[in-house]
């Protein structure tokens, strides 16, 4: 299939616990991206990755780690999970960073961290 | 700081146009998106404008003027399938995008 897939689909978490959520996409897209959505707010960025082996920190970096050992693979960690960590996440990518490279979207993780 | 505007929500009749729209402070312009994104479902592209004027797709159209900075999304001969929330990014000099908080379009009808 091609596309972006994204695992779990939803999640409760106890606050402390460590939680990596898994982004795979098969276009062979250069950038991908992580993304919270919160109601009553815009999708804000996490973390992005323009190409294998770069990360960068996006507008609410702090308590989120990425990596990006290959082309396909992007998972977001959660190292001690608190409440406020709380949302919906979305994966994306872009086949690269320029200005007319469209995003495409996984299908997200809705996160409870109680 | 960098500001995406759009209205909450908005209500329109099956059939009848609807005009969603967005007015925005960013640290530069690399373009502007719209998004479409059904309840519980990823975002998925609708349009893209980077230079002025209107861009047309079928029953979607959308309309940047960078000097107001403002764009709107014009949908025509509504569905029901149309119901979602509709959302404005813009491409700041970073190259990321800025997003709205999107409108819900609710159609009745």
């Known amino acids: 299939i091609a596309g972006i897939t994204q695992a779990p689909t939803s999640q409760i978490l106890a606050a402390g616990r460590r939680m990596t959520l898994r982004c795979t996409q098969d276009?062979?897209?250069?950038?991908m991206y992580w993304y919270r959505q919160d109601l009553g707010l815009g999708l804000r960025l996490i973390h992005y990755?323009?190409?294998?082996?770069?990360?960068g920190k996006g507008e609410v970096p702090d308590g989120y780690s990425v990596s990006r050992a290959n082309t396909d693979d992007f998972p977001l960690t959660l190292a001690s999970a608190v409440p406020s960590q709380t949302s919906v996440y979305f994966c994306?990518?872009?086949?690269?960073?320029?200005?007319?490279?469209?995003?495409?979207f996984g299908p997200g993780t809705r996160l409870t961290v109680l | 700081g960098q500001n995406i505007d759009q209205p909450t929500e908005m209500t329109a009749t099956e059939g009848a146009i609807v005009q969603i729209n967005c007015t925005y402070q960013?640290?530069?312009?690399?373009?502007l998106f719209w998004y479409q994104q059904h309840a519980g479902e990823a975002p998925t592209f609708l349009s893209y404008?980077?230079l002025d004027g209107l861009e047309e797709k079928g029953r979607f159209s959308s309309f940047l003027s960078r000097s107001k900075g403002y764009s709107y999304l014009l949908l025509k001969e509504l569905q029901m399938k149309d119901s979602a929330s509709y959302l404005c990014?813009?491409?700041?000099?970073?190259?990321?995008?800025?997003w709205g908080a999107g409108t819900k379009l609710i159609i009745k009808p």
């Open positions: 994306a990518s872009s086949e690269g960073q320029g200005a007319t490279d469209t995003q495409y």
């Open positions: 276009m062979r897209h250069n950038a």
């Open positions: 990755s323009n190409t294998a082996g770069t990360t």
């Open positions: 960013t640290s530069g312009f690399n373009g």
């Open positions: 404008n980077v």
């Open positions: 990014a813009v491409m700041d000099s970073n190259y990321q995008l800025i």
